[in-house]
Every structure is written in structure tokens, then in C-alpha cells.
């Protein structure tokens, strides 16, 4: 039985103990239905509650939908369901707004704010993986609050995600999140759907997405926003897999964060591995590798302490890849060491290889990564 009654921890343990969080904001928090205008007090609440998880030495990624709904008034667009071209141009004409709202409410606590627009392709591909990855990896260094959306304007429908709750969980992912915060119009995940069934209760914790969890959820529902409980939970299939737990707790409060601190009702999906152990597990496991790298006695001894691959310890490159494919790592006797995601094409690794870093942009003509395989894209046998 995957559902827990009582939740041993409280949510304000949970999120302070995370290093990095990912809060999705639905459209339905962000703008008002009625009027189709920005819930600006609201927003600046949500502000509020960012810079001081920020100011406790936590990393915040933003997951913020709003787009669309914000930008069809613009338009005149008519109430009602749009068609897709109808969405891509509202979602044009809602982003710049909705970015600036964001830059407005979070400089205000003196936080700097980065968009980031997603198609599927830039999660689902390994290439364009790495580099968001990078990007984000980056800016959360330098200090910056990622937004997120999908990049509505040009996703077609066979290539969307459709809803930000999966956008928000692959964005955990992405991320390296240890918390993922769903902000909806309801308290957590019920028995049932508790609009049409009087006698839902609402689960404290749940460990595991069993067919039975997937049952409770339901159908989608559509509204100004996309997606519905099954989207929510599929979303905690995602973030739970990677290592993030997830909780989906109300949004519509002024500062729903400090409320979830201070115990509001919520559901909790608990990940039983860390981001870092979830994504080895994910490197070692389920990726055919490309091809194999030789290293000397000091790399596969730097590999056993935890530290990245440099290109000055391969021997040698042996097959045909591309950067961010899986490749086999073996020692100087040809004893399989593990696996990596490696950071340069077979090309260039060949070119680089027995040389010091601080080459590479001589030999290859431009500044690459001066890791041949980071020590996070690394799963090290034993
Ligand atoms: N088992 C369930 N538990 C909670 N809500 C459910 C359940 N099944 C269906 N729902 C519906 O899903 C809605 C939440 O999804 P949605 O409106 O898309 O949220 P958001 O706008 O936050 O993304 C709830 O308000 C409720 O109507
Ligand atoms: N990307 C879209 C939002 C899609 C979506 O999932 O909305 P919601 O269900 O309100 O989180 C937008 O910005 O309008």
C-alpha cells in the first residue's frame, strides 16, 4: 500500500531541508477569470515569499503559466476554448507581459530574473538537454530567479507539453531539484474528485504513483488553465523519479509559501532517492553507450574519489558519438570504471584527449567545457 495517513515531517522541515525548489504557479493564481487581468497583489505576494526562501541560501526556479490567459484580452479573443493558433498568439502577446510583471515583483526584493521559454524538444533531446541544464545551472549560480513557461508561439501540438505541470516536474529534473511546489486551485490530491464526490479525502503523503493513486485523479479539466489532477501526477511520476519530491498545496492565499510553511493542507509525493543518486541510477542503467573512453591510473583514481573526467587523463577515444551521448569509461588495463555523459563529440574528444584544459580553445577553435565528462554526468561502478 503506497498511501501513508500521517506525514512524519512537516512541510516546513521539507522545504528548508531542499537546497533547490521548483514552484508552479497556474493561470488560474496568476490572472483573474473574470477580467483577464494580472493578479498583480497576488503576484507580488508570491515575490515576498520567493526572496525569503532566497535570502535562507535556497535556490527558486519558477514554473509560471499565465501566457495565453493574460494575453487573449490584448487580442480580443472570445471566452471559450481557442484554437491552437489562437494560443500561440495569445501566448506571443501574454509572455512579455508576464515577464516583465515577474521582473517588476521580483526586483522590488533586489532579485534578478531570467526567462526561460521550453519546447519539448529542449527537454526530451540529450543535446539540448545538457545545454539547458548548463544554462540553468549557471544563472542559479549567478544569483538570478529562472520563469519558466513552455514556448507556446512555436509548439505545435505534437511536440507540447501541453500543461506546466510536466513542464515543471522535467524542469525539476532539469534542475536538480530536491522540491518541486505545486501551487493549484486545490489543497492536494483527494480519494476523488472532490467537486463531484462529497466523500474525497485528501491524502497526506503518498510514496508511490500506483494505478490506484493514477485512478483517484481522474480526467483532465479545462478551464483557463490545462491539465486537471492526472497531469498533477504524472508530474509527481516524473519529479519522483528523478529524486524531487513534490507537493501540491492551494495557491489562491496571499503568500501561499509562507501558508505551506506554516501548515497548510497539502499532499506530499516523497522521492526515496536524492536528485543526484536518481540520475546516476538513470546514467548507469538505461543508456546503450556509444562508445568507450581509455583513461591513465590517475583519472580512474580521480574517478574513484568522485571527480570529473579531464580530457589530459584519456588515452584514448574508441567509436562514433555526439555530445551528451552515453559513452563507456574503461582504466588503462580495460577494466570498466562506468559510464558518463560526455561533454564533447568523438571528434573533438579524439582532438582534445591527453591535453590540459586550459588548450582546448586553441585546439578546437572555441571554449568547450573544460571537463570531457562532469563528475554529476558520471555513474562510477563500485
Ligand atoms: N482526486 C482529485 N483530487 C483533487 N482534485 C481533483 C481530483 N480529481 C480531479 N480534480 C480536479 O483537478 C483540479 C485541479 O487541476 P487544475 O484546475 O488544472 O489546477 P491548476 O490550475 O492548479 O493547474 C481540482 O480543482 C479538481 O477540480
Ligand atoms: N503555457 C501556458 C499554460 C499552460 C498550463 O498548463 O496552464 P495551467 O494548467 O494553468 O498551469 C500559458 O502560459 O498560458
Known amino acids: ?57 535556497q535556490d527558486v526556479v519558477i514554473v509560471s503559466s499565465g501566457a495565453i490567459a493574460l494575453g487573449r484580452r490584448h487580442l480580443g479573443l472570445p471566452k ?11 501566448a506571443a502577446v501574454g509572455q512579455i507581459r508576464l515577464s516583465h510583471a515577474w521582473q517588476d515583483v521580483l526586483g522590488e526584493h533586489g532579485l534578478t530574473t531570467a526567462q526561460i521559454l521550453l519546447t519539448l524538444d529542449d527537454t526530451e533531446s540529450r543535446r539540448r538537454y545538457l545545454n539547458g541544464r548548463s544554462t540553468m545551472a549557471t544563472l542559479l549560480r549567478l544569483g538570478a530567479v529562472p520563469v519558466i513557461n513552455e514556448n507556446d ?46 466523500s474525497a479525502r485528501r491524502l497526506d503523503v503518498v510514496t508511490g504513483i500506483t494505478p490506484e493513486i493514477e485512478a483517484m485523479a481522474g480526467e483532465p479539466v479545462s478551464g483557463v488553465g490545462t491539465g486537471g489532477m492526472i497531469t498533477k501526477v504524472e508530474a509527481a511520476r516524473v519529479a519522483l523519479a528523478a529524486g524531487c519530491s513534490m507537493v501540491i498545496c492551494a495557491g489562491q492565499v496571499e503568500r501561499p509559501i509562507s501558508a505551506l510553511e506554516s501548515g497548510a ?44 573526467l579531464l580530457p589530459a587523463g584519456v588515452r584514448a577515444v574508441e567509436g562514433e558519438f555526439s555530445r551528451g551521448d552515453a559513452v563507456m569509461v574503461v582504466g588503462p588495463e580495460g577494466r570498466a570504471l562506468g559510464r558518463g555523459l560526455i561533454a564533447y563529440g568523438a571528434e ?18 572555441y571554449r568547450g567545457r573544460d571537463e570531457m565528462i562532469h563528475r554529476d554526468d558520471l555513474a562510477i561502478d563500485g
Open 153 to 198: 508561439t512555436v509548439a505545435t501540438s505534437e511536440i507540447r507539453y501541453g500543461d506546466n505541470d510536466r513542464l515543471a516536474a522535467r524542469v525539476a529534473e532539469l534542475a536538480t531539484a530536491d522540491c518541486l511546489v505545486l501551487l493549484s486551485d486545490i489543497d492536494g490530491l483527494y480519494t476523488a474528485n472532490p467537486n463531484t464526490d462529497p
Open 265 to 308: 493542507n497539502c499532499t506530499w509525493f516523497l522521492a526515496d532517492r536524492s536528485p543526484r543518486q536518481a540520475r546516476k541510477m538513470w546514467i548507469g542503467g538505461s543508456l546503450g553507450p556509444k562508445g568507450r573512453l581509455v583513461v591513465d591510473e590517475g583519472a580512474a583514481r580521480a574517478l574513484a574519489q568522485g571527480k570529473s
Open 1 to 57: 500500500m503506497s498511501i501513508v495517513e500521517t506525514n512524519p515531517l512537516s512541510s516546513r522541515d521539507r522545504l528548508q531541508a531542499a537546497g533547490r525548489i521548483v514552484v508552479k504557479i497556474g493561470s488560474a493564481l496568476l490572472v483573474d477569470q473574470a477580467s483577464g487581468k494580472l493578479r498583480r497583489q497576488w503576484l507580488e505576494g508570491i515575490a515576498a515569499d520567493v526572496a525569503a526562501i532566497k535570502a535562507r541560501g
Open 80 to 90: 471559450g476554448v481557442l484554437k491552437l493558433e489562437e494560443k500561440q498568439a495569445a
Open 348 to 365: 573533438d574528444a579524439r582532438a582534445i584527449a591527453g591535453h590540459k584544459s586550459g588548450e582546448i580553445e586553441h585546439i578546437l577553435g
